[in-house]
């Protein structure tokens, strides 16, 4: 791989890592309440995503969760 090519890839990984630190959101699916949340208030530099499942009351085996910068839904039925 080129100098050029490696280095954009580079760059690339360096805005992502900008984003999920900035500000994201925790989207979980918890199959206990069969309800879907959605949570801005974690910080990836002071707590693990399962510690911070925790604190809001959810059992990190009991649900599924995602990690995105946008709190905007798509629906594809």
């Not at 979980?28 to 530099?45: F, H, I, Q, R, T």
Request: hydrophobic share 40%.
């Amino acid at each position: 791989m080129s100098d050029s090519v490696k280095k954009w890839h580079e760059m690339q990984e360096e805005e992502k890592a900008k984003i999920v630190h900035s500000h994201v959101f925790v989207w979980v699916l918890d199959y206990e309440d069969a309800k879907v949340y959605c949570y801005s208030k974690w910080d990836p530099d002071k707590y693990s995503i399962k510690e911070f499942l925790l604190a809001v009351g959810h059992k990190p085996k009991m649900c599924k969760w995602m990690i995105n910068p946008s709190k905007k839904v798509n629906y594809i039925v």
